[in-house]
């Protein structure tokens, strides 16, 4: 493999460190190199690998500012730091307290469900079910899907459970930050929170789902 110039790597990571995202053929063109160097140097470099766009956007480990999912989304292209679309579904699913359908799932990661879960209907890791008449996904590890189990049949007793978008996810967020210890019930008292009409249910859910429920001191002599 031929060996570049340390200052045309050195320019070349500043530039797309600046563009935030690039392709393959971009990093080709800056380093005037073989995709094989290249690739080479995006596995030195660590880059995550876009999950929508076909894969083909890169971008600097330092660049991304993933949210409490685990996505980084720079206009229209996706990333996540479990991997590719399928470990990170992988991921969401077993993390899920009552496990994921496809709109939830497309909800997360800003895809629409109809474009990818076709391939993940006997997907290693996660086993799709039909639950009151909507297809679930939950983890394949007997004991997660027991769990999720129980509390799937709870939300579906409670339909006001829906998912938190990003920006009420920020707000409850900084909620918690600001008061330590703060329920759900007094979440929800909050008048930034009153005006985008969350229900107790789904902050609930949320806290749960992120492992961020109120915890109960013990008490100390």
Known sequence: MPIIDSQKIDFARSTVKREKIFTLSRLVSILNCSSRTAQAKLK??????SYNQNGKYYTLPEIP??????IWK???????????LKKTIVHLVRSAPAG????QIGEILGLSPQSFLHHFRNCPGIIREKYA???????????????????R???????????I?????????????????????????????KLSKIKLASIQYFLEYHRLEKKTLDSRP
């Not at 030195?44 to 690998?49: A, S």
């Not at 720079?74 to 590719?84: D, I, L, P, R, V």
């Not at 008449?133 to 509390?151: A, H, L, P, R």
């Not at 019930?185 to 930034?192: A, G, Q, R, S, V």
Request: hydrophobic share 35%.
């Open 44 to 49: 030195i470099w660590n880059t995550y690998t």
């Open 65 to 70: 500012c993933f949210n409490i999912h685990g």
């Open 74 to 84: 720079f206009q229209k292209t996706a990333f996540s730091k479990h991997g590719n």
């Open 100 to 103: 994921l359908t496809g709109k």
């Open 133 to 151: 008449g909507v297809y679930v996904y939950f983890s394949d590890d007997v004991s997660i899907w027991k769990n999720q189990k129980e509390k």
């Open 153 to 163: 049949k709870t939300m579906v007793s409670q339909p006001e459970i829906r998912t």
């Open 165 to 193: 978008s990003g920006s009420e996810a920020i707000m409850i967020l900084v909620a918690i930050i600001k008061n330590y210890g703060i329920s759900a019930e007094d979440i929800l008292k909050l008048p930034e929170i």
